[in-house]
């Protein structure tokens, strides 16, 4: 790590401290805004919500190369939507709150919440889990779901502009699109309409549309959601009530995201129809390299320099070991 070299500058004396009074260290830890749970104590706080999800319904909502179990869902992902419940319930208030100052009875707007994090990491399981269980709740039954995937270029803008290369980096996003289409679900609008990605062709299907018809909750789920916005712009989690960053090492998202590679290269690759229908063909070693290189050269650098980087504006972290496990979750408490 490179020295960074600073000129002389005067320090002014501390204040003098009044009688009585105590002086603090300016060497004090800056305040930590999350508080830090293991999973025992995460799971203690389930209390009474109720498993309603079968081993057969995890199964559709598990990932290529996900292990999740009944375990994982009763430990970590109950407590989870207990605390959306509750968060929900919260933002109702306020909601209301400022319908009664002014005069108002319009419906509470749509509860929106987002999940980030890095490729292979699990955070499409977490988004259909959520969507299943958070729905269970009489609450807010109309749940949706939508990933930011809808919001890529097509290809052939991808192309055009010579990043194809780039494609799942920021500037690949149409990311006033997205923002425009979270701000008309969050203002109320009735039915909102959004492109449709297909993973077979790997870009923007021409015609296609998906609508999202006034939810409860509308869940937004990508690599970049909690990016900041430039200057005088405005984030897609500026809409956000509540955030969540699903995190790991470095180390074992690349050994998950290869498995994966080889999984998903024996199953949807296979399919003559599929963009990456080429991979089918190779062998497993030539595979496992197109696969190391694949993540060194674009996802690992997306991580570290986009994706990573936004883990601080998130409202809970569920931080998973090599097992896919989460070990322990972050919670915001402001």
């Not at 000129?7 to 603090?24: N, Q, T």
């Not at 009735?190 to 297909?198: G, K, L, N, Q």
């Not at 190391?292 to 569920?318: H, Q």
Request: neutral net charge; charged residues 25%.
């Amino acid at each position: 790590m490179p020295t960074i070299t600073t000129p002389w500058c005067r320090i002014p004396a501390p204040p003098r401290a009044r009688p009585g009074a105590s002086v603090e260290s300016s060497h004090m830890e800056a305040p930590n805004p999350y508080v830090e749970l293991g999973r025992e104590q995460w799971r203690d706080l389930r209390q009474n919500t109720p498993l309603t999800l079968t081993a057969r319904e995890l199964e559709e909502l598990r990932g290529v190369q996900d292990p999740i179990d009944l375990a994982e869902v009763t430990d970590i992902y109950l407590p989870l939507t207990r605390l959306l419940n509750l968060h929900f319930t919260g933002a109702r208030q306020r909601s209301a709150a400022v319908n009664t100052f002014l005069g108002d009875d319009r419906e509470p707007p749509p509860y929106i919440l987002g999940i980030a994090g890095s490729v292979a990491v699990g955070k499409s399981t977490t988004a259909r889990l959520l969507h299943t269980l958070l729905a269970q709740w009489p609450e807010h039954p109309r749940v949706g779901l939508i990933t930011t995937d809808s919001f890529l270029y097509p290809n052939k803008v991808l192309e055009d502009r010579g990043i194809p290369h780039r494609k799942g980096f920021p500037e690949s996003y149409d990311r006033r699109a997205l923002v425009r289409f979270v701000a008309a679900v969050k203002a109320g609008a009735e039915e909102v309409r959004a492109p449709v990605y297909s993973h077979l062709e790997y870009d923007i299907v021409p015609g296609a549309v998906q609508t999202v018809r006034r939810p409860d909750i509308l869940i937004v789920e990508g690599l970049n959601v909690l990016q900041p916005a430039p200057p005088a712009a405005l984030a897609v989690n500026d809409y956000f009530d509540f955030s969540i960053y699903v995190d790991a090492r470095v180390e074992d998202i690349r050994a998950w995201y290869v498995e994966r590679f080889h999984k998903l290269r024996r199953t949807a690759f296979a399919d003559p129809k599929s963009y990456f229908s080429y991979i089918a063909d190779l062998s497993e070693e030539e595979a496992t390299a197109f696969a190391r290189n694949v993540w060194r050269d674009v996802n690992e650098r997306n991580l570290v320099d986009n994706i990573a980087p936004t883990r601080g504006r998130a409202s809970l972290v569920l931080q998973k070991g090599p097992d896919h496990a989460v070990r322990r979750v972050r919670l915001r408490r402001a």
